[in-house]
Nanobody, 121 residues
Framework: QVQLVESGGGLVQAGGSLSLSCVASGLPFRNYAMGWFRQAPGKEREFVATISSSGPRSYYADSMKGRVTISRDNAKNTVHLQMNSLKPEDTAVYYC??????????????WGQGTQVTVSS
């Protein structure tokens, strides 16, 4: 029933920008916190950003503060991740996730299939 579909990944030069989107269905979107995580080959899945259902309030990983912005559009059941000043170490599969409360650890209830982001040097 619940489905999260990411889009917007691709290949970008170092210093460039990308905007990721995630469309959710099958859940009361406005009541859920949304998050973005990423996973590079050989590494554990790590937190990128999260946004609460109300307020809204956002929180970012220290490694990405100042370079990423998370936002949500409740009318469209969509969460976005704007990424700027990208570095090769940002290369990873980026995952959208939904949870009843915000969290910085991978304890979210629902996950998308991910979208590949590749940053060339």
């Amino acid at each position: 029933q619940v489905q999260l579909v990411e889009s917007g990944g691709g290949l970008v030069q170092a210093g460039g920008s990308l905007s990721l989107s995630c469309v959710a269905s099958g859940l009361p979107f406005r009541n859920y916190a949304m998050g973005w995580f990423r996973q590079a080959p050989g590494k554990e899945r790590e937190f990128v950003a999260t946004i609460s259902s109300s307020g809204p309030r956002s929180y970012y990983a220290d490694s990405m503060k100042g370079r990423v912005t998370i936002s949500r559009d409740n009318a469209k059941n969509t969460v976005h991740l704007q990424m700027n000043s990208l570095k090769p170490e940002d290369t990873a599969v980026y995952y959208c996730a939904a949870h009843i409360v915000p969290a910085t650890s991978p304890v979210y209830s629902y996950w998308g299939q991910g979208t590949q982001v590749t940053v060339s040097s």
